[in-house]
Every structure is written in C-alpha cells, then in structure tokens.
C-alpha cells in the first residue's frame, strides 16, 4: 500500500512533467522543420531556433532534477533510476537537437516524404513519452504506464522498418552520393530518437515493476 503513491518530497514529479512537456515541442517543431524544409524553407531556421530553445530549457531542468537529487532526504524512487529516467529525457532532445543542426550544416532541401513519415513516428514516440511520464506520480497507473511502453516500443520497431526501407530506396534512386550521405545521416538521426524513446520507457517500465 504505502508503495503505490509516491513520496512527492522535490517537487520530482513536476520537474519530469515538464521536461516531458519539452519533449514533446521539440517533437513536433522537428516535424514541423522537416515540413517546412520540403514546403516552405524560409521557414526552416525559426523551427531549428525553437528546437535550440527547448533544448536549453530541458537542461536546465535536468540540471535542477539533479541538484535536486543531491539535497532531497527521500526520494518517489530509487536515486539511480532517477538519475537514469532525467539524463534519458534529455537525451531525447538531445538527438531532437542533432537532427535540426545536421540539417542545417549539411544544407539538407530536398526531404523525401519517408523523411516526413519517419519524423512523426517520432514525434508519436514524444507524445507517448509525456503521457507516461505523467502517470508515473502512482502505482495505480501501472497498467496504463506498462500499455504505453509497449505503444513506444511498438513504434520504435516501425521507425527501424522505415529506416530499412527508406535507405534501401536512397540507395535505388539517388544519383547524387552526396545527397546519399546526408540522407543517411538524417534517417539514422530521426530513428535514433525513437531509440533514446525506448530507452526511456524501458526505464519507465523497470521503475513500475519494482514498485507496483
């Protein structure tokens, strides 16, 4: 019993909601920079800048989750996995981040529609991420928790088959070896972020069979 509703000493939970909310915005502006990278470039740079700030923003909540970490006498769960579940957040936005800048230096106009595809399974991936998080405040939830960390991984085996597939016709009918390699880069940046998604469910998932 005492198990099932977590201590909410550090305000923890509110710090991973709302570095959960960042996740999200960083996943749609990335599918919004893609969007825009195929439709309307001028608008490309002012998503890539979003991206930036909402990155900024994540680390300082991570930095704070773990300042926090370090004065809180009781912790909703075990300090190792809180340390896991924050850094594994911010990884998110992280390779969020890399996806927008490698577009950027590798000057990247041409974006085939399995790019834009690929990008909102991420973003679906995002959303996930922000609803389980959400859920994490009691063991109640675990069911639901559990159900989404299989949807994440669900969608990460469907990122891995889109990548497979996308590359394999890159490499059909793409003349031009240098669009080949940016092309390669974004698509493996865009899959890994449904990697550091899974990444994190898995965490999620640990924390609620040790506790639930």
Avoid: W
């Amino acid at each position: 019993m005492f198990g099932r509703l977590m201590p909410r000493e550090g305000k923890y939970f509110d710090l991973f909601n709302a570095h959960a909310e960042l996740i999200v915005k960083g996943g749609r502006e990335l599918t919004a920079l893609i969007g825009a990278l195929a439709d309307t470039p001028e608008q490309a740079a002012r998503h890539a800048d979003a991206i930036d700030d909402i990155e900024r923003a994540a680390d300082q909540i991570t930095h704070d989750t773990l300042a926090q970490l370090h004065t809180s006498f009781i912790t909703p769960f075990d300090r190792d996995e809180i340390h896991q579940l924050i850094n594994g957040m911010d990884d998110i936005l992280d390779i969020i981040q890399d996806v927008a800048e490698s577009m950027t230096l590798y000057d990247i106009h041409r974006v085939p529609a399995d790019a834009k595809a690929l990008a909102e399974v991420t973003e679906q991936c995002c959303a996930r991420i922000e609803a389980l998080v959400r859920l994490l405040h009691s063991m109640d939830n675990a069911p639901a928790i559990l159900k989404l960390c299989h949807e994440i991984d669900d969608l990460e085996s469907d990122a891995d088959r889109m990548l497979r597939e996308a590359m394999s016709k890159v490499f059909r009918e793409e003349a031009d070896v240098r669009q080949v390699i940016k092309l390669k880069e974004m698509y493996e940046l865009l899959e890994s972020v449904t990697d550091r998604c899974k990444d994190v469910a898995g965490t999620v998932e640990a924390i609620v069979l040790e506790n639930s």
